[in-house]
Every structure is written in C-alpha cells, then in structure tokens.
C-alpha cells in the first residue's frame, strides 16, 4: 500500500507564494506518474498540474507560469511551487499518484490553501 501525505498548505495574501509537499510512504513512487489537484466548495476537482516518471510537465491554463510541479525521486517526494497567488486559487490541493499497467490510483487526504487579504 502506498500513503501519500500532503503539507505546506496554510493562508497567504493575494500575491504570495507557497509551496506544498508531498510524500509517498514506500520506494514505488519512483514508478509513479504524480500529480496536484483541487477542488473548491461546490466546484468538481480539476486538474492543476501533472509530471511523469520521466520529468515531462502538464499544467492547466489557469496556472501556467506562476505554479511549477517537481519530483525527487530519491525522496519519494513531489512539490507544488505556487507563485502569484490569486483568491481564485483557494481550495483544498490533492496529492495524486498513479500508474496504467497494471492500473494503481492513490490520493493524499489534502492540503487547505487560502488565499485572502
């Protein structure tokens, strides 16, 4: 089984900076295709950023350029680097990791992000 635990999470004004964590409980992260996702109340969880086992990099539009998705392998670890805040960004940020063949899907509990003056 793997727990993914996320942290990082907190309030920041308009304009801030934060960067989230999240840590993969066993080795098997390496093989893992990781990913952030959020959701606000009473909108579906969207998609915000995605990295392969390979490094390549995926964001939504609503991001591009200010968040930055990395992994360290070594630290069975990914990041969200959150930059340029805005009050559109709060929302509760999941950890996601997965892998096709065979299927394997996990999520973190989730990380409050606020974003308010």
């Known amino acids: 089984q793997v727990q993914l635990v996320e942290s990082g999470g907190g309030l920041v004004q308009p304009g801030g900076s934060l960067r989230l964590s999240c840590a993969a409980s066993?080795?098997?992260?390496?093989?893992?295709?990781m990913g952030w996702y959020r959701q606000s109340p009473g909108k579906q969880r969207e998609l915000v950023a995605t990295i392969t086992t390979g490094g390549n990099t995926n964001y939504a539009d609503s991001v591009k350029g200010r968040f930055t998705i990395s992994r360290d392998n070594a630290k069975n670890t990914v990041y969200l680097q959150m930059t340029s805040l805005k009050p559109e960004d709060t929302a509760v940020y999941y950890c996601n990791g997965k892998q096709r063949i065979p299927f394997f899907d996990t999520w973190g509990q989730g990380t409050q992000v606020t974003v308010s003056s």
């Open positions: 066993t080795s098997i992260f390496s093989i893992l295709n």
